[in-house]
């Protein structure tokens, strides 16, 4: 792909001629990679999700948009509503970089409701003449008529003393009547940090400091920080940038994770365990949650990553919206489930029981690449058991579960066109429990496998050939017995 000058990275969408635009949209339009059931940008680059709510009776979701190629530039929100998290209204561009301090492009933020209005906290770029950052934070208004209306001046105007301009992401919660966000940051030693702020009027935030964790060198920037309180255990998500890979764990390029525990919010204490990886595949990034219609928590990510060309960049576009996800603690360990609305997009209902050894490998033939599957494990005699969707002669995604480890792997290596640069084709996790469940949502170019119901999940783009349609099981040794409950999901593109 060409190499894009800053200049036309920063040109703003409303001063390209409609012509471009128009020829831009058809080429996209065209792409073979096109999702179906998955938000993706119009045109450009999509990006981390932002201003994730259920207000007033309608769910809006916005995303990070570069509108003019498959890059990272002038960023604006593209916002969409939903009265079901399945079909989508398209707003359009909510928020754009209209002002000196978002000059060079609004950034992620949050939405929150205050005095019966609904408000959005985001971060402004601007870059001065030698192109120093400077990241200030700011609060729209959206009016009765679903208007922007920008505060006049920034809510926090500068990082705290000790921070760089590396100051985003802001997360807007209340507790008790008080306002609070926190802010993805960096500090002078070069270290990702979490800084909390409050507020009682939402105009005049206080400094507060630094949430306290035990990961002091835990990488050089914390980016999408978010809190909650999920069934009795306090919650901190952040996407850490700079962490070295640990075996199995942290093979992309920048994670995104979790710690849990309890959190004294006027302390900035958290005490905490581990950090854990939401997703196990290859592309999940910047994660942000809000509380649905019947007061579950639920989750949206990037399914993509940055500083990585994808293959549907030369088509003009890049990157979707994972699908939303319910978040439940159950036995202390964090579950992700799809939601269940997600139901109304079966169609056409298929269900097949039968064995698999390593004889038998055409389990399970079908043609199609948009679908459900659930694959229930009945009986398990086999030491690995191979699982392959999006396959052909030349080409396959395979799952590999090994009983003895309880490991489960991603292998995209014969998938088709991948990402660049890729530095691994596999991902592993390790199972709390013997697999007895995959649940795949599988699209145009995309997959994800949700592990015994919800135990895991492993996300990832894959850009396969029209032909590479086949579902496959076999086992290394010994027997496996399976039902196979096929979906197809209705082709409604967004």
């Not at 060309?309 to 939303?324: E, K, M, Q, R």
């Not at 609305?341 to 079966?346: D, I, K, N, T, V």
Request: aromatic letters at 14%; a negative charge.
């Amino acid at each position: 792909m060409a190499e894009w000058t800053r200049d036309e990275r920063y040109q703003k969408y409303e001063d390209v001629d409609q012509q471009t635009l128009d020829d831009l949209s058809a080429k996209v339009n065209e792409s073979k990679y096109r999702q179906t059931f998955h938000l993706q940008p119009k045109t450009g680059l999509l990006n981390d999700p932002n201003g994730l709510i259920y207000y007033d009776g309608t769910y809006y979701i916005s995303h990070q948009w570069f509108p003019l190629g498959p890059v990272h530039g002038l960023k604006y929100w593209y916002t969409y509503t939903s009265k079901d998290l399945v079909h989508f209204e398209d707003v359009g561009t909510s928020l754009k970089p209209d002002t000196k301090d978002d000059s060079h492009g609004v950034y992620s933020g949050s939405a929150f409701e205050y005095n019966n209005h609904m408000y959005y906290m985001y971060t402004a770029n601007h870059r001065d003449e030698d192109w120093n950052r400077i990241s200030t934070q700011h609060i729209a208004k959206i009016n009765a008529e679903g208007e922007i209306e920008k505060f006049p001046k920034a809510v926090i105007a500068e990082p705290p003393f000790g921070y760089t301009q590396h100051f985003r992401d802001p997360k807007v919660f209340s507790k008790d009547g008080v306002y609070y966000a926190v802010i993805g940051a960096q500090n002078e030693q070069g270290q990702g940090r979490v800084i909390q702020y409050r507020s009682t009027d939402i105009v005049n935030w206080e400094f507060q400091g630094e949430v306290h964790t035990n990961l002091d060198s835990f990488g050089y920037m914390w980016e999408c920080p978010d809190y909650f309180n999920l069934d009795g255990y306090d919650m901190l998500l952040f996407c850490p940038q700079g962490i070295d890979g640990e075996g199995e764990r942290f093979k992309n390029i920048y994670q995104s994770g979790y710690i849990m525990g309890q959190y004294d919010i006027d302390n900035l204490t958290m005490n905490h365990g581990d950090f854990f990886e939401l997703d196990h595949g290859f592309d999940f990034y910047a994660p942000q949650t809000f509380i649905d219609e019947h007061g579950q928590r639920v989750l949206i990510g990037w399914m993509g990553l940055p500083e990585i060309n994808y293959p549907s960049d030369v088509d003009g576009w890049a990157h979707c919206l994972t699908i939303p996800r319910v978040l439940s603690i159950e036995a202390g360990n964090l579950k992700q489930r799809p939601v269940k609305s997600l139901e109304q997009l079966r169609i056409n209902k298929e269900t097949a029981l039968g064995y698999a050894n390593k004889f038998t490998r055409q389990l399970y033939p079908y043609e199609g690449r948009q679908y459900e599957l659930i694959i229930d494990i009945l009986e398990n005699d086999s030491t690995e058991v191979y699982f392959e969707v999006r396959t052909s002669k030349t080409q396959t995604t395979l799952i590999t579960y090994n009983k003895k480890e309880q490991k489960l792997t991603l292998d995209r290596s014969e998938s088709g066109l991948l990402p660049d640069p890729v530095d691994n084709t596999t991902r592993t996790t390790y199972l709390d429990t013997p697999l007895t469940q995959l649940q795949l949502f599988i699209d145009t170019s995309s997959v994800e496998i949700f592990c015994n119901d919800g135990e895991r999940v492993m996300t990832s783009r894959i850009f396969t050939d029209d032909e590479a349609t086949g579902i496959k099981t076999s086992t290394e040794s010994g027997q496996v017995y399976l039902k196979f409950t096929k979906y197809d999901l209705k082709d409604e593109e967004v």
